[in-house]
T-cell receptor, first 113, second 117 residues
Framework: AQKVTQAQTEISVVEKEDVTLDCVYE???????LFWYKQPPSGELVFLIR??????QNEISGRYSWNFQKSTSSFNFTITASQVVDSAVYFC??????????FGTGTRLKVLA | DTGVSQNPRHKITKRGQNVTFRCDPI?????LYWYRQTLGQGPEFLTY????????KSRLLSDRFSAERPKGSFSTLEIQRTEQGDSAMYLC???????????????FGEGSRLTVL
């Protein structure tokens, strides 16, 4: 069965520190998609990035970067020079097939000023 | 605002009462999902619509839960005879699928928080 594990329940960093959020997934499918979402205190999940299983190229978007490694079934997310506004719960998700999205339990990031 | 809209945002009800939540997806999105999220957990899949057809229901969805999407536009999620265990955030999301291929991300609403006393 497919599964997404975010082992870090909560992380606290001081502003301007770099932080990496871990995500490990399990799937038997060869075609799948991985996502990261941010859930700020307002509650609405906001899409950050999508990766398909055939594209292991790492991606950078501003202060955000993602490291996808099929060999270790991991899709980690790094925030460089963290800011207080980055404080939120971050979810990793796996999509198989047409509509089935499986979310991890989330990592709460607290960035202290 | 052209995002996913949910209402009510908060609902407090007594055990045994019925409640209904409404979701208005992004207008051009043909796929609509309901998720439930409890404290400290990620969203859990409840049900999925493609246009007006409900194609999948989770085993989490007991007979007290029913969802509809008439005309393939807005959707409602009704919970009958609420129980305290139903207390959660109910999230609606939509996405655009074309030709059987859906690589797209989910767009979420802000959720409807249910508290059953």
């Amino acid at each position: 069965a497919q599964k997404v594990t975010q082992a870090q329940t909560e992380i606290s960093v001081v502003e301007k520190e770099d932080v990496t959020l871990d995500c490990v997934y399990e799937t038997r499918d060869t075609t799948y998609y991985l996502f990261w979402y941010k859930q700020p205190p307002s509650g609405e999940l906001v899409f950050l990035i999508r990766r398909n299983s055939f594209d292991e190229q790492n991606e950078i978007s501003g202060r955000y970067s993602w490291n996808f490694q099929k060999s270790t079934s991991s899709f980690n997310f790094t925030i460089t020079a963290s800011q207080v506004v980055d404080s939120a719960v971050y979810f990793c998700a796996l999509k198989e097939g047409t509509y089935k999205y499986i979310f991890g339990t989330g990592t709460r990031l607290k960035v202290l000023a | 605002d052209t995002g996913v809209s949910q209402n009510p945002r908060h609902k407090i009800t007594k055990r045994g009462q019925n409640v209904t939540f409404r979701c208005d997806p992004i207008s051009e999105h043909n796929r609509l999902y309901w998720y439930r999220q409890t404290l400290g957990q990620g969203p859990e899949f409840l049900t999925y619509f493609q246009n007006e057809a409900q194609l999948e229901k989770s085993r989490l969805l007991s007979d007290r839960f029913s969802a509809e999407r008439p005309k393939g536009s807005f959707s409602t999620l009704e919970i009958q005879r609420t129980e305290q265990g139903d207390s959660a955030m109910y999230l609606c999301a939509s996405s655009l699928g074309q030709g059987g291929i859906n690589t797209g991300e989910l767009f979420f609403g802000e959720g409807s928080r249910l508290t059953v006393l």
